[in-house]
């Protein structure tokens, strides 16, 4: 069992910077791929990004490629989503999600245990 708790959403200008951090309970978080995901209304949840157990390997989507940067500390049990110019199409209410495997990824199948998610507003 592993529960998720997202943490560090708000309200910042287009252009600006938030860091929203994820912290996990359970023994397994170390072996578990990890994903963030993100769902604007009326909008199907979309991938954002993925990160391996070991935090060695990172894959994003396109729409955040270059902006945003995953990372994560296993002794913290705790993984972090680093969002730099951010845009009003970036708004959106932001999930964590740990994986069924070692290596994560892009889509919600992949996954097993979600967070209550976070909510990001980015104002023109």
């Known amino acids: 069992q592993v529960q998720l708790v997202e943490s560090g959403g708000g309200l910042v200008q287009a252009g600006g910077s938030l860091r929203l951090s994820c912290a996990a309970s359970?023994?397994?978080?170390?072996?578990?791929?990890m994903g963030w995901f993100r769902q604007a209304p009326g909008k199907e949840r979309e991938f954002v990004t993925t990160i391996n157990w070991s935090g060695a390997g990172t894959y994003y989507a396109d729409s955040v490629k270059g902006r945003f940067t995953i990372s994560r500390n296993n002794a913290k049990n705790t993984v972090y989503l680093q969002m730099d110019s951010l845009k009003p199409e970036d708004t959106a209410v932001y999930y964590c999600a740990a994986s069924k495997s070692q290596w994560g990824g892009s889509s919600p199948g992949d996954y097993d245990y979600w967070g209550q998610g976070t909510q990001v507003t980015v104002s023109s």
């Open positions: 359970g023994r397994t978080f170390s072996s578990r791929g």
